[in-house]
């Protein structure tokens, strides 16, 4: 069975500073990897995914992840945050038999001006 | 284009009383529809998944359960609340079974069971 583990429940960080959230998933067989995230009171929103090829996926609003199959993580980062991206971040996995996603805690990433 | 409807938005319940949620997709065909249940600190945890008209899976023992009357209509119940049901649920969609598709969420409904 798969799990997703984000060790870091709240991030705070200052506005223009950079920021990591970390991810890490076990899983006996291949898997794809995606990011969500959610502002408050509303669904989530798909920020990248990885699915094969470039270990280094880019997605919306300047973030991007690296998977790292060695380390099973598959961290998400951004060099610069603004205000606006103040909310929650969750980390998912799917294995390529199933059509089930599996999330992780979610990580709440304030940003302060 | 795709959307997705969640109703209501939120909701306030007694405990031991009926709940229906309600969830509709447009735009697209056939599916895979899924229920998620977010409560605090807990993150999203699976509730169902239907692949189509008919066909449940229950992911966890609960309270609940769900029912997919037509191809685009995707139901969640109970008969009795207990305050433990309360949290955020929302609905999602798939457009194929192919696992890299994403999931495209709807915008939830706020439970709480007083």
Known sequence: ?113 | SQTIHQWPATLVQPVGSPLSLECTVEGTSNPNLYWYRQAAGRGLQLLFYSVGIGQISSEVPQNLSASRPQDRQFILSSKKLLLSDSGFYLCAWRGDTIPNSPLHFGNGTRLTVT
């Open chain 1, 1 to 113: 069975a798969q799990s997703v583990t984000q060790l870091d429940s709240q991030v705070p960080v200052f506005e223009e500073a950079p920021v990591e959230l970390r991810c890490n998933y076990s899983s006996s067989v291949s898997v794809y990897l995606f990011w969500y995230v959610q502002y408050p009171n509303q669904g989530l929103q798909l920020l990248l995914k990885y699915l094969s090829g470039s270990t280094l996926v880019k997605g919306i609003n300047g973030f991007e992840a690296e998977f790292n199959k060695s380390q099973t993580s598959f961290h998400l980062r951004k060099p610069s945050v603004h205000i606006s991206d103040t909310a929650e971040y969750f980390c998912a996995v799917s294995d390529r038999d199933t059509d089930k996603l599996i999330f992780g805690t979610g990580t709440r990433l304030q940003v302060f001006p």
